[in-house]
């Protein structure tokens, strides 16, 4: 043979043989704490993380183990709360632009708030006022002395318990409006400390 030739062969078996020996080598741990070391990763070492080494003995790259049922829900409630957190600001956002765009001041939220109040204690005033002339017509009837006069004073409490009940739903209304527009104004005047 040709000199080279010998020497071409004579190289490519020395790069093949090189190759082959600069295979990685791979180390876990089982669950007993023993270390295996192989081309591939030994079954006996399960879900533990494995260490990549070079021909040399230097760290190339650790596979982590695959996380736990409880890293799992953990990572998802993670998540969840951060798009539930992001869907949240994107909400306060849209109502926030919403209110700006209905009340050009906190005059108009007074004023509004205001008049809406004004027509509920309007109307409870009425009740209130029909309540007592009620009250008074039941104290002013003789004792029932038949079917129809037991009639007439069931028909009369009929009439002042729906009057109760209107005095208190228009009390429990003032309520809900004082407490809805203090809501609206604190968030209105937050928006305007905020932009």
Not at 133 to 156: R, S
């Given at each position: 043979m040709n000199t080279q030739i010998r020497l071409f062969i004579a190289l490519i078996t020395l790069t093949m043989a090189g190759v082959t020996?600069?295979?990685?080598?791979?180390?876990?741990?089982?669950?007993?704490?023993k270390w295996h070391y192989g081309n591939y990763a030994a079954t006996e070492c399960g879900d533990a993380p494995i260490?990549?080494?070079?021909?040399?003995?230097?760290?190339?790259?650790?596979?982590?183990?695959?996380?736990?049922?409880?890293?799992?829900?953990?990572?998802?409630?993670?998540?969840e709360a951060e798009r539930d957190a992001l869907l949240k600001r994107e909400e306060n956002a849209r109502i926030d632009a919403l209110l700006k765009s209905k009340y050009p001041d906190e005059a108009a939220i007074i004023g509004i708030r205001d008049q809406q109040l004004a027509e509920l204690r309007?109307?409870?005033?009425?009740?209130?006022?029909?309540?007592?002339?009620?009250?008074?017509?039941?104290?002013?009837?003789?004792?029932?002395?038949?079917?129809?006069?037991?009639?007439?004073?069931?028909?009369?409490?009929?009439r002042i318990a729906r009057f109760e009940r209107a005095v208190e739903q228009g009390q429990s209304a003032v309520n809900t409006t004082e407490s809805d527009y203090k809501t609206l104004l604190e968030r209105y005047r937050q928006i305007d400390s905020d932009g």
């Open positions: 020996s600069a295979q990685s080598i791979t180390k876990c741990q089982d669950a007993e704490g260490t990549r080494l070079s021909e040399s003995g230097v760290t190339e790259e650790i596979n982590k183990s695959p996380p736990t049922v409880e890293e799992l829900q953990a990572e998802m409630e993670a998540r309007k109307q409870m005033t009425f009740n209130q006022t029909q309540l007592v002339l009620l009250n008074k017509e039941l104290a002013a009837l003789p004792p029932p002395k038949n079917e129809i006069d037991q009639q007439e004073i069931h028909d009369l409490e009929q």
